[in-house]
Nanobody
Framework: QVQLVESGGGLVQPGGSLRLSCAASGRIVTIYEMGWYRQVPGKAREPVAIITTGNSTEYSESVKGRFAMSRDNAKNTVYLQMNSLKAEDTAVYYC????????????????WGEGTLVAVSS
């Protein structure tokens, strides 16, 4: 089964920066989509940034101009560079991947990471 390893969360002051990474491993044939979502207690999980096979990236309005997502296809890894962080960016950030794996036969997969906490506070 495909597994995700996230890293890079932590505590940062307002205006600071953090870089999240998410590496997918397993018998991956191809990845269709990689994305970052975030969730705060009591609210639904929301998309932050999504990158597709053609490297087309979409951002939520709240992070446009501050966050940048990039992808290393050779490493099946995606990064989220977060700049000018605000208190309202505080959340657990989850990596999400959709693709095709080869286990006995080809099949689609969808997997979530365990989440990494980003806390923005002075």
């Amino acid at each position: 089964q495909v597994q995700l390893v996230e890293s890079g969360g932590g505590l940062v002051q307002p205006g600071g920066s953090l870089r999240l990474s998410c590496a997918a491993s397993g018998r991956i044939v191809t990845i269709y989509e990689m994305g970052w979502y975030r969730q705060v207690p009591g609210k639904a999980r929301e998309p932050v940034a999504i990158i597709t096979t053609g490297n087309s990236t979409e951002y939520s309005e709240s992070v446009k101009g501050r966050f940048a997502m990039s992808r290393d296809n050779a490493k099946n890894t995606v990064y989220l560079q977060m700049n000018s962080l605000k208190a309202e960016d505080t959340a657990v950030y989850y990596c999400h991947v959709i693709g095709l794996e080869a286990i006995e036969h080809y099949r689609n997969f969808e997997v979530w990471g365990e989440g990494t906490l980003v806390a923005v506070s002075s």
